[in-house]
Protein backbone atom coordinates (compact mmCIF):
# COMPACT_ATOMS: atom_id res chain seq x y z
CA UNK A 1 0.00 0.00 0.00
CA UNK A 2 1.17 3.54 -0.57
CA UNK A 3 0.12 6.67 0.97
CA UNK A 4 -0.56 9.80 -0.70
CA UNK A 5 -0.77 13.18 0.80
CA UNK A 6 -2.57 16.21 -0.24
CA UNK A 7 -0.51 18.96 1.72
CA UNK A 8 0.04 22.42 1.72
CA UNK A 9 -0.52 25.36 4.40
CA UNK A 10 -2.72 27.35 2.50
CA UNK A 11 -6.50 27.02 1.95
CA UNK A 12 -8.14 26.89 -0.86
CA UNK A 13 -5.80 25.59 -3.30
CA UNK A 14 -7.58 22.36 -4.21
CA UNK A 15 -6.27 19.69 -1.85
CA UNK A 16 -9.39 18.17 -0.74
CA UNK A 17 -10.99 18.80 -4.63
CA UNK A 18 -7.67 16.90 -5.73
CA UNK A 19 -7.36 14.43 -3.03
CA UNK A 20 -10.99 13.16 -4.11
CA UNK A 21 -10.40 13.15 -7.50
CA UNK A 22 -6.98 11.12 -7.28
CA UNK A 23 -9.29 8.90 -5.32
CA UNK A 24 -11.65 8.80 -8.46
CA UNK A 25 -8.97 8.18 -11.24
CA UNK A 26 -7.60 5.64 -8.81
CA UNK A 27 -10.65 3.61 -8.50
CA UNK A 28 -12.33 4.16 -11.70
CA UNK A 29 -9.27 4.28 -14.08
CA UNK A 30 -6.88 2.43 -12.19
CA UNK A 31 -8.66 -0.11 -10.29
CA UNK A 32 -7.10 0.39 -7.42
CA UNK A 33 -8.40 -0.27 -3.78
CA UNK A 34 -8.11 3.79 -2.12
CA UNK A 35 -9.41 4.74 1.04
CA UNK A 36 -9.37 8.73 1.80
CA UNK A 37 -8.73 9.74 4.93
CA UNK A 38 -10.31 13.42 6.05
CA UNK A 39 -10.12 15.59 9.09
CA UNK A 40 -12.61 17.69 9.02
CA UNK A 41 -14.54 18.57 11.60
CA UNK A 42 -17.95 19.33 9.46
CA UNK A 43 -17.62 15.49 7.86
CA UNK A 44 -18.99 17.12 4.29
CA UNK A 45 -17.68 14.50 2.69
CA UNK A 46 -18.34 11.57 5.26
CA UNK A 47 -21.93 13.05 4.58
CA UNK A 48 -21.45 13.15 0.94
CA UNK A 49 -20.59 9.29 1.19
CA UNK A 50 -23.38 8.70 2.19
CA UNK A 51 -25.50 10.57 -0.45
CA UNK A 52 -24.09 10.14 -3.25
CA UNK A 53 -23.31 6.84 -4.99
CA UNK A 54 -19.60 6.73 -3.55
CA UNK A 55 -18.10 3.02 -4.42
CA UNK A 56 -14.25 3.99 -2.51
CA UNK A 57 -13.64 4.19 0.99
CA UNK A 58 -14.02 7.94 2.82
CA UNK A 59 -13.24 8.14 6.66
CA UNK A 60 -12.86 11.00 9.01
CA UNK A 61 -9.93 10.73 11.09
CA UNK A 62 -8.51 13.32 13.89
CA UNK A 63 -5.30 14.03 11.92
CA UNK A 64 -3.29 14.16 14.79
CA UNK A 65 -3.90 10.10 15.94
CA UNK A 66 -2.75 9.04 12.15
CA UNK A 67 0.40 6.87 13.23
CA UNK A 68 1.99 4.00 11.39
CA UNK A 69 -0.35 1.32 13.53
CA UNK A 70 -3.08 3.27 12.38
CA UNK A 71 -1.82 3.39 8.71
CA UNK A 72 -1.28 -0.11 8.71
CA UNK A 73 -4.95 -0.57 9.39
CA UNK A 74 -5.38 0.45 5.67
CA UNK A 75 -2.80 -2.08 4.57
CA UNK A 76 -5.53 -3.98 2.11
CA UNK A 77 -5.59 -1.16 0.16
CA UNK A 78 -3.68 -0.12 -3.03
CA UNK A 79 -3.89 2.86 -2.00
CA UNK A 80 -4.39 5.65 1.02
CA UNK A 81 -5.25 9.01 0.31
CA UNK A 82 -4.90 11.76 2.64
CA UNK A 83 -6.40 14.68 2.48
CA UNK A 84 -4.52 17.24 4.83
CA UNK A 85 -5.29 20.46 6.84
CA UNK A 86 -4.30 24.01 5.63
CA UNK A 87 -3.02 24.89 8.96
CA UNK A 88 -0.42 24.22 10.11
CA UNK A 89 -0.08 22.19 13.49
CA UNK A 90 2.15 19.96 15.39
CA UNK A 91 0.12 17.29 14.29
CA UNK A 92 1.62 17.70 10.66
CA UNK A 93 5.12 16.76 12.18
CA UNK A 94 3.91 13.16 13.56
CA UNK A 95 2.02 12.74 10.17
CA UNK A 96 4.16 13.96 7.10
CA UNK A 97 7.38 11.41 8.08
CA UNK A 98 4.49 8.50 7.43
CA UNK A 99 3.40 9.44 3.76
CA UNK A 100 4.91 8.03 0.67
CA UNK A 101 3.86 10.66 -1.91
CA UNK A 102 3.17 14.29 -0.42
CA UNK A 103 1.70 16.20 -3.00
CA UNK A 104 1.52 20.06 -2.72
CA UNK A 105 -1.10 22.24 -4.67
CA UNK A 106 -0.70 25.71 -5.38
CA UNK A 107 -1.28 28.39 -7.48
CA UNK A 108 0.97 31.43 -8.68
CA UNK A 109 0.63 33.96 -5.83
CA UNK A 110 3.09 35.98 -3.72
CA UNK A 111 1.31 34.05 -1.08
CA UNK A 112 1.07 30.91 -2.28
CA UNK A 113 4.79 31.24 -2.86
CA UNK A 114 5.51 32.04 0.75
CA UNK A 115 3.64 28.94 2.22
CA UNK A 116 5.51 26.85 0.18
CA UNK A 117 8.55 28.18 1.55
CA UNK A 118 7.19 27.32 5.23
CA UNK A 119 5.99 24.13 4.09
CA UNK A 120 9.43 23.42 2.56
CA UNK A 121 10.90 24.41 5.86
CA UNK A 122 9.08 21.62 8.18
CA UNK A 123 10.51 19.29 4.97
CA UNK A 124 13.58 19.86 5.37
CA UNK A 125 13.39 20.31 9.17
CA UNK A 126 11.82 17.17 9.70
CA UNK A 127 14.19 15.29 7.44
CA UNK A 128 12.06 14.59 4.68
CA UNK A 129 13.61 13.41 1.30
CA UNK A 130 12.20 15.74 -0.71
CA UNK A 131 12.00 13.20 -3.61
CA UNK A 132 8.71 12.52 -1.75
CA UNK A 133 7.73 16.51 -2.73
CA UNK A 134 5.75 17.03 -5.84
CA UNK A 135 4.07 20.55 -6.60
CA UNK A 136 0.72 20.55 -8.34
CA UNK A 137 -0.17 23.79 -9.84
CA UNK A 138 -4.02 24.14 -9.41
CA UNK A 139 -4.74 26.31 -12.48
CA UNK A 140 -8.74 27.33 -11.83
CA UNK A 141 -8.39 31.11 -10.97
CA UNK A 142 -6.79 33.64 -14.07
CA UNK A 143 -7.30 36.07 -11.12
CA UNK A 144 -5.07 33.78 -8.58
CA UNK A 145 -2.70 33.15 -11.36
CA UNK A 146 -1.39 36.63 -12.44
CA UNK A 147 1.98 36.74 -10.82
CA UNK A 148 4.03 35.63 -12.85
CA UNK A 149 7.38 36.59 -11.36
CA UNK A 150 6.68 34.07 -8.80
CA UNK A 151 7.09 31.06 -11.06
CA UNK A 152 10.56 32.81 -11.84
CA UNK A 153 10.53 32.96 -7.65
CA UNK A 154 10.19 29.10 -7.51
CA UNK A 155 12.93 28.17 -9.85
CA UNK A 156 15.34 30.39 -8.09
CA UNK A 157 14.50 29.16 -4.13
CA UNK A 158 17.29 27.03 -2.93
CA UNK A 159 14.80 24.25 -1.81
CA UNK A 160 11.58 24.54 -3.82
CA UNK A 161 13.30 25.17 -7.06
CA UNK A 162 14.54 21.17 -6.85
CA UNK A 163 10.92 20.01 -6.39
CA UNK A 164 9.33 18.72 -9.84
CA UNK A 165 5.91 20.40 -10.85
CA UNK A 166 3.39 17.99 -12.03
CA UNK A 167 1.20 19.05 -15.13
CA UNK A 168 -1.36 22.06 -14.18
CA UNK A 169 -4.88 21.38 -13.52
CA UNK A 170 -6.82 23.14 -15.69
CA UNK A 171 -10.77 25.06 -14.23
CA UNK A 172 -13.30 22.78 -14.42
CA UNK A 173 -15.80 23.47 -16.66
CA UNK A 174 -18.57 24.04 -15.56
CA UNK A 175 -17.65 24.51 -12.12
CA UNK A 176 -18.58 21.22 -10.20
CA UNK A 177 -19.30 20.60 -7.11
CA UNK A 178 -17.40 17.73 -4.95
CA UNK A 179 -19.21 14.58 -7.09
CA UNK A 180 -17.51 10.79 -5.68
CA UNK A 181 -18.86 8.63 -8.71
CA UNK A 182 -17.12 8.44 -11.97
CA UNK A 183 -15.50 11.18 -13.32
CA UNK A 184 -17.16 13.10 -16.31
CA UNK A 185 -14.47 13.25 -19.34
CA UNK A 186 -13.28 16.72 -19.01
CA UNK A 187 -12.40 16.33 -15.12
CA UNK A 188 -10.48 13.32 -16.51
CA UNK A 189 -8.67 15.37 -19.11
CA UNK A 190 -8.19 17.67 -16.76
CA UNK A 191 -6.41 15.43 -14.09
CA UNK A 192 -5.02 12.90 -15.93
CA UNK A 193 -1.79 14.38 -17.18
CA UNK A 194 -0.93 14.99 -13.41
CA UNK A 195 -2.16 11.84 -11.86
CA UNK A 196 -0.40 9.63 -14.62
CA UNK A 197 2.56 10.92 -13.33
CA UNK A 198 1.88 10.69 -9.71
CA UNK A 199 1.42 7.11 -10.89
CA UNK A 200 4.57 6.76 -12.75
CA UNK A 201 6.44 8.87 -9.67
CA UNK A 202 5.06 5.75 -7.54
CA UNK A 203 5.90 2.79 -9.66
CA UNK A 204 9.42 4.28 -9.67
CA UNK A 205 9.75 5.12 -5.60
CA UNK A 206 8.05 1.92 -4.39
CA UNK A 207 7.96 -0.76 -7.09
CA UNK A 208 4.94 -2.01 -9.06
CA UNK A 209 1.89 -2.56 -6.84
N1 LIG B 1 -9.49 22.85 -10.89
C1 LIG B 1 -10.55 23.44 -10.31
N2 LIG B 1 -11.54 23.95 -11.10
C2 LIG B 1 -12.59 24.59 -10.55
N3 LIG B 1 -12.74 24.79 -9.23
C3 LIG B 1 -11.79 24.34 -8.40
C4 LIG B 1 -10.65 23.63 -8.90
N4 LIG B 1 -9.86 23.29 -7.82
C5 LIG B 1 -10.49 23.76 -6.73
N5 LIG B 1 -11.64 24.39 -7.05
C6 LIG B 1 -12.59 25.06 -6.12
O1 LIG B 1 -11.84 25.84 -5.21
C7 LIG B 1 -12.41 25.80 -3.91
C8 LIG B 1 -11.35 25.36 -2.90
O2 LIG B 1 -10.99 24.01 -3.16
P1 LIG B 1 -10.71 22.97 -1.98
O3 LIG B 1 -10.44 21.64 -2.63
O4 LIG B 1 -11.80 23.00 -0.95
O5 LIG B 1 -9.37 23.57 -1.36
P2 LIG B 1 -8.62 23.20 0.02
O6 LIG B 1 -9.05 21.82 0.42
O7 LIG B 1 -7.15 23.27 -0.34
O8 LIG B 1 -9.00 24.26 1.01
C9 LIG B 1 -13.59 24.85 -3.99
O9 LIG B 1 -14.76 25.63 -4.12
C10 LIG B 1 -13.33 24.05 -5.25
O10 LIG B 1 -14.54 23.63 -5.86
MG1 LIG C 1 -9.87 21.10 2.24
Redesign the pocket.
Known amino acids: MKTISFCGFK????????AVNCCRYLHYYEEQKVTLLHSDPHQVLSTMAVSQHCAFRIEMVKFGEVDAEQINDYAENDFLIIDCP?SFSADYLLVLPLIDIIIV?FMYTTLDYYKLLGFGQVITKLGIDPGKVTLLP?L?SERLNKESQVEKLLQESPLLGQLPILPG????KP?A?LQLGNLIPTELN?IRPAFINIMHKSHFLYGNM
Open positions: GGTGKTTLSPNYIPRNMNN
